[in-house]
RNA sequence: GCGAAAGUGGCGGAAUUGGUAGACGCACUGGAUUUAGGUUCCAGCGCCUCGCGGCGUGAGAGUUCGAGUCUCUCCUUUCGCACCA
């Protein structure tokens, strides 16, 4: 064995070994449970960022971790490869997209692999391939021809500039990013999944997910936002007919207090208002502009306008004025929304702007209303009726009881159960994305493209210009015959969200090459996903569609008849939602004010001698820079570290070793090279300790290790040490298995080789303890640190390899102690502590603890009120 | 604005079921070895105090024999908000 840890060959070894032996090709034996662990599959960006490194490694030390415990494990790899960057990527460098986007899954792969992913690459998927979109196609048209896909118009981002869709990334401040143009709303058409239709499935099934994050499913549940109210309608008369606006709300108790109703500017009777009146028109137009991002409009001033029309109460029938506001949103409800503005903040302030009356309809505690400032309890459901007539002392049950019938008497309303939750616009007016499979003919109408004619391949050798698709200035792409009728017709122009893809790859991962369909027999065997790790950026929407997505196929028949799968609900068991990966940020500040950001890795913190930073220089000119907060890793702040840097210098195990220890994988991690370096030292502490512990090994030439394992009488220091072994593997088990929290994990192997260091019995006994303390070591630390493990094995264990080992078991017998320290309290502060035997009585413990000089002291010679005994914890004298 | 989290030494974090606050690591200080620097090893390290002791988990209240942990109010930070992925 090396004296010196030198991770370069010894990574370079276990990752050559791995590939050889085929060590994780998994394959549907049924000998074994079997475990489908999977990371969310990286955008191929360019190369590899700490974010991933950081989910692949909890992904891979799961996965390496059960392997251990006996599964059957599948972990696959690939790549979201459609997007919006690759679009950008090629327009700034001239490069088709898809050109930019192989050249990265090549870099980025041979990045991942160095990490020592235990990954079956034979299952390899790219969403941006034939062979993949395909079955996305396939399943599009299955979709569409059962409802679930249909048109309609919706709001979209336009740059009336570059006369191009922007996403809402792309609309800075209410303008274009490279055009600068205000961007206005523009209605287009465009397809959508039903998702609406699933909403109740969706919220219903969360209660199955109980390997979730309680506050992702409690997000989730808030995003479908399921509520119960009323939907109805004030009639009124315009242009001789008789019309009615309709209205939803979930306070339909404040029904009374209503002074006026608000449209938005996109709403047919504002329309029809505008149409003699220049300054509503106006009003409209300038309600335009700005972006479709919901927390730009809830942020945005609150702004109306009078349409000068009229609707009737439908149960006073008094007059109440229809105003335009641009904060009602068209695609949520009815696009209008009753006004209480006694009982609604928002309307509060509305009306107070607009000088709109405001009437009170609720009491609580018989409280008046009084318009001065805004009171918590005007919006209290806690409250009852009143001066609401008939209604008057209804609570908000009955009230709502009371007016739903009196509306459906009218015929002008119902109770209705309503959905936040708006059907998933997919259309993509872009070209870097899986062309929607539909051909539009002018007799049949939107026609799905038949299965014998896909896929609809993507052209891969264009160039965008960032004006517009360039697939509709494509005829070769977009000229073709109905599937139909055989009349020339026009190919869908339009590709798909790339969230899309997204939603359904942890299937196909399930059959890879499969030609007959979206996934073959092979689904039944793995599905679902067992453990599913990802950022927690994705809490909602890729996680949502995701569900929704398992329904849908499951609705389709994809998985086939006749297995648990076909009616899998839920594609995920287990969810980890990891934090982000920050950093510190430095810069300098530029003559005109402008911040020059400078990445940590030239960066030289000074600290004064009780540890706190005075200072940073660069270290280039040896000058000082200013140190700004820790944020996020990202390019705007040039706070990024390069994992392959970190790779390069100490090793792939040093990086996950860091990234698993620095804090548990729900938190945010902060970056930090002295802490790099303290993995790193670790490692090297673990090498020299099996390192001296093997070539001592009496006499030369013999195996290291104890045959049989630790027999015989221990020493006292020899049974200590044992004993923390033992409930060390204990304590690993649960924190790798259950609790997820390797930070743990990793301290208590540290703590063990503390103890190891300062163990001094070298006789036989001793010396197979310290055998038996370091091979646990190493099987407990190869989930996160495999390619040290796997030299560390071969060298403790000559001729046995660590692919075949299993997880090490505590021993309960070896955890067993005689004497057990107590801590003494008097009045809940600690003043002591006794070590007593563990099977000490409760009143020779009561006696001892007041015997104790600390506790006469307190005591001063009086009497106690009560002693409070906590078994194996303490005592806790009450004074 | 709405929804979800988080806040503990100089720093990252630990404390799993209401029961020893600060495990483990980093930084820092002192020492040893080596000495060109580094590496390695030993010891110390929450704050105040000479000490006894007191204080201490974002702020303020509450429940309890006992609160980092439970309840309420507030503050700050982070994530998401439907066309970034």
Redesign the pocket.
Known sequence: MQSIYHPASIEQQAQQHWDKSGAFAATESTDKPKYYCLS?F??P?GKLHMGHVRNYTIGDVLARYHRMKGFNVMQPMGW??????AENAAQAHNVPPAAWTYDNINYMRRQLQSLGLGVDWAREVTTCTPEYYRWEQWLFTRLFEMGVIYKKT?S??WDPIDQT???????IDGRGWRSGALVEKRE?P?YFFR?TQYADELLGDLDKLTGW????K??Q?????KSFGVRFAFPYELDGKQEQLWVYTTRADTIMGVTFVAVAAEHPLATRAAQNNPELTAFIEDCKHG?????????MEKKGMSTGIFVAHPLTGEQVPVWVGNYVLM??GEGAVMAVPAHD??DFGFAKKYNLPIKQSIAVNNETFSDVAWQEWYASKEGVCAHSGKFDGLNYDQAIDAISTDLAALGLGEKKVQ????????????Y??CPIPIIHCKTCGDVPVPDDQLPVVLPEDVVPDGAGSPLAKMPEFYETTCPKCGAAARRET?TM???V??SWYYARYTSPGCTTGLVDERAQHWLPVDQYIG????????LLYARFFQKLMRDVGVFGDATQVQNLDEPFKNLITQ??V?APTFYREAENGKKLWINPAEVDV????????IGATLRADGLPVVIG????MSKSKNNGVDPQAIIDEFGADTARLFMM????P?????W????V??????L??VW?AAHDHVEKSPPAGTPPFVKGGVTGDLSAEAKTLRRQLHLTIQ?VD??IG??K?F??A??????L??AL??FTDTTPVGRAVAQEVLESVALMLNPIVPHIGQALWAALRPGSDMLDQAYPQADQAAMVQDEI?L?I?V?????G?ITVAKTTDKATLEQLALAHE?VQ?QLAGAQP??I?V?PG??I?I?A
Request: net charge neutral; glycine share 8%; no cysteine.
């Open positions: 969310m990286p955008y960006s979201d490869a459609f997007g919006l960057p919706s979209v981002n869709v922007l996403a809402n990334e792309q609309v287009i465009m998702i994050p309680e506050q992702v409690t997000m549940a808030n995003w479908i936002g972006g479709t991002a919901e927390a730009d409009m809830a942020t695609g949520y903040e928002r959905f936040r939750l708006r059907d998933w616009g997919i259309s993509r007016q872009r870097w994305g339009d969200d790339t969230f893809e997204s950022g927690i950026e994705h809490a909602i929407l890729h934090g982000m920050i000074q600290n004064d001698d009780k540890g706190r930073p907060g820790t944020e996020k220890f620095a804090a548990p729900e938190q945010s991690l902060e930090s090279d002295a802490g370096e303290g993995s790193f030292r670790f090297k502490r020299k304590k649960d924190d259950r609790r929290t930070n743990t990793i301290a208590a192997n540290m703590e080789l503390n260091a300062k320290e801590m309290q009045n809940g502060k600690l003043r502590s600390a002291k009120k009560k409070i906590v914890r303490l806790n009450v």
